[in-house]
């Protein structure tokens, strides 16, 4: 959700920039855009969601906000949320996963071991979460 500025209007064209920034990290394994700019639903409350999965996770909070600083940069904005997936939940990991678009992939064989574990645990979190949401609101299917 956009909180103070708007996209730059050649937001997609900057997209290369966020690439290059994660590939030049050696910490970054691989990493995803998500959201609305990966699903091609842009809007004027958009901003830029980015994940990512890392190789070393100490130290997380600087080094997240040393990356966001970095991706802020290539963007051009700070309308950018960013996930270290290592840590986020299931309910977020598996929503961003079903969406996703692949931005950089140093190990692929590491990539789709992590999808295809999240992804069943998401699954299977999902059910549960549909049931409880319908005991408890009338909501899901």
Known sequence: MQKFERLPADILSRLPHVAEVLLQDSNVVFGYLFGGL???SVKPL???D?????RDTEGLAEYKLDLFDRLAAALGTAELDLVVLNTAPT???G????HRRVLIDKDPFRRHAYESLTLRKFFDFHLKEEALL???YGLGR
């Open 38 to 40: 990966a699903t091609g």
């Open 46 to 48: 958009s901003d830029v």
């Open 50 to 54: 980015i994940a990512v999965f890392v």
């Open 91 to 93: 309910s977020l990991a």
């Open 95 to 98: 929503r961003i996963l079903r």
């Open 134 to 136: 319908a005991r408890r």
